[in-house]
């Protein structure tokens, strides 16, 4: 069910503006702020972020969530592709299937989640307030977050990075670059590393661009809608899930609107987060991500795990399956099968992949987001 915030009331000062993922992916459902557009050409300061922090509870998170009998996973209000709310108070994509997955890990149940939609601006409170017992909401990690806020970063779950959109009748195409903004109006919303990197990109290729900034990235896009911007810039899974969702709703056709196919201008590694010092739930949680990896190499499935669980193909896949002579998850608090059931009941890497994020027009093939074994940067540590 969807657990709607309250009001917080805590000691946490929260200055907090995201990086391109982690504001712009969310297409927010509640109305557009009135904030009129401001015309710049200048680089934003880098973003501060300022909080006081409760730690995690004496008895531990895992403990917790397993009294309580269910998971309060933070995640986006809405996100294409990542967590879309659905009628029955549900939610749907990418990040939510890690919700499901923990969940089924931790209470051997996927449906045994409050999902928590939380904004960009109060991500990080409700966490540390302990509203939440883990973020999956297209967060990236960087290095203030990871040492400021009290909370630490899970394994990189989704390799995102900074990218521009722009039409196809005002000339732009498949191999438009960084090169061709020149001269260009572009809008983006304000006060966020995406402002930044688009001026400093700019800059390095010499190119001038007209910087058009607005509160919230939905207003952004907006602009360009209506052709007050010549192009729209924030993280690729945002403009691959604004497109998408367009082309779905008749607004444009296949090929109208074109994501430059350059290299990202930004590094954006996306993953869980969760609160600092409880090292038994970070293994929890990290180990979850670990396991669903390992399992798309080996190729065991949400189709094929009883196979698999009766005749593991090989010791280290017996370990995690709860199996092997040497299982580990009893030894973490969990039952032996606890990552056999995440599998089980929702699947693994490449499955919550494809399933969500291939109709947006995301391919794991060539990208970051490929297995480590094809090029890619995903991977996982032996689970022995």
Known sequence: MVKRLAPLVCVLALIVTACGTDDETTT??????TAAAEVTTTAAAEPTTTVSVD???DDGTLAAVQARGSLRCGVSTSAIGFAEPQDDGSFKGFDADYCRALA???LGDANAVEFVGTTAAERFTVLAAGEIDVLFRNTTWTQSRDTEIGG???????YDGQQIMGKADFGFDDASTLEDVDGARLCTNAGTTTEKNITEGARVVGAEIELVTVENFPEAMELFREGSCDLVTTDGSALFGHRYSAIQNGEIAEGDWIIFPTTPISKEPLGPMYRQNDSQWADVVNWLVYILIIADEKGITSANIEEMVANPPDPEAGRFLGVGEDELQ???GLSADAYAQAIRQVGNYDEIYVNNLRPLGFSRAGSANARWTEGGLVYAPPAR
Do not use: I, L, N, R
């Open 55 to 57: 730690f995690a509870q």
């Open 330 to 332: 009893t030894k973490m």
């Open 104 to 106: 089924a890990a931790v």
């Open 152 to 158: 630490d970063f899970g394994p990189t779950t989704f």
């Open 28 to 33: 927010e459902t509640q109305p557009a702020t």
